[in-house]
Nanobody
């Protein structure tokens, strides 16, 4: 399984970006996908997750500004980010969480850089 994150870039505060996470393989459709981010000097933090059925969950601090969605026909998960703030700057990663019985495997994308200028 390979994940490809894209859509990052430079945006002014208050602007919007939509990130995409495209995956190969049929297992994508039935499993949860999450977005994480890592700011310079900080640990990677969880942003949002969407289940295989399309149920979203968000970090409390990001609710209302970020929206996660998926298009299983395209094997793609999106992260719509609105009202961006400089503190949203970082590398954004997507992760596919594959569960097989009692075992699981996580697949990470390579990350896409988001820079929000003040």
């Amino acid at each position: 399984v390979q994940l490809q994150a894209s859509g990052g870039g430079l945006v002014q505060a208050g602007g919007s970006l939509r990130l995409s996470c495209a995956a190969s393989g049929n297992i994508f459709r039935a499993n949860a996908v999450g977005w994480y981010r890592q700011a310079p000097g900080n640990q990677r933090e969880w942003v949002a997750t969407i289940s295989g059925h399309g149920s979203p969950n968000y970090a409390d601090s990001l609710k209302g500004r970020f929206t996660i969605s998926r298009d299983n026909a395209k094997n793609t998960v999106y992260l719509q980010m609105n009202s961006l703030k400089p503190e949203d700057t970082g590398v954004y990663y997507c992760k596919l969480h594959v569960v097989n019985g009692l075992k699981y495997m996580d697949y990470w994308g390579q990350g896409t850089l988001v820079t929000v200028s003040s």
